[in-house]
Nanobody, 124 residues
Framework: QVQLVESGGGLVQAGGSLRLSCAAS????????MGWFRQAPGKERELVAA????????YYADSVKGRFTISRDNAKNTVYLQMNSLKPEDTAVYYC?????????????????WGQGTQVTVSS
C-alpha cells in the first residue's frame, strides 16, 4: 500500500511563493515517476507538473511554466513543488500522485496512488 502525504499549503499573497512537499511510503519511491495535480472549485483536476523516477525529465503545464519547479529527493522519499510568482488563479487543492511506472505520465487515469491534498489560496 502506497501512502502519499502532502504538506506546505497555505494562504499567500499574489506574487508570493510556497513550497509543497509530498512524502511517500509503502514502496520503492525511487523507481516511480511522480506528479502534482490541482483542482479548483468547479473545475476538473489538472496535471501541473510531473517528474520521472530519476528526476532527469520533467513536465509542466503551460500555465505554470517558468513559475513552478518540481523536484525530488529519492533519499528522503519526497517530491517537491516550488511555486513562485503565485497568482489568484493558482488557488486550488494540490494533490501529489504516483503512477505505476518510472517514466513521466500525463494521463490522469494512469495515476493509481493519491495523497489527500493540501489547500493553496492566493489572495489578490
Amino acid at each position: 500500500q502506497v501512502q502519499l502525504v502532502e504538506s506546505g499549503g497555505g494562504l499567500v499573497q499574489a506574487g508570493g511563493s510556497l513550497r509543497l512537499s509530498c512524502a511517500a511510503s509503502g514502496r520503492t519511491f525511487s523507481r516511480f515517476a511522480m506528479g502534482w495535480f490541482r483542482q479548483a472549485p468547479g473545475k476538473e483536476r489538472e496535471l501541473v507538473a510531473a517528474i520521472s523516477w530519476s528526476g532527469g525529465t520533467t513536465y509542466y503545464a503551460d500555465s505554470v511554466k517558468g513559475r513552478f519547479t518540481i523536484s525530488r529527493d529519492n533519499a528522503k522519499n519526497t517530491v517537491y513543488l516550488q511555486m513562485n510568482s503565485l497568482k489568484p488563479e493558482d488557488t486550488a487543492v494540490y494533490y501529489c500522485a504516483a503512477p505505476d511506472r518510472g517514466t513521466i505520465v500525463v494521463v490522469i487515469s494512469m495515476y493509481t496512488h493519491w495523497g489527500q491534498g493540501t489547500q493553496v489560496t492566493v489572495s489578490s
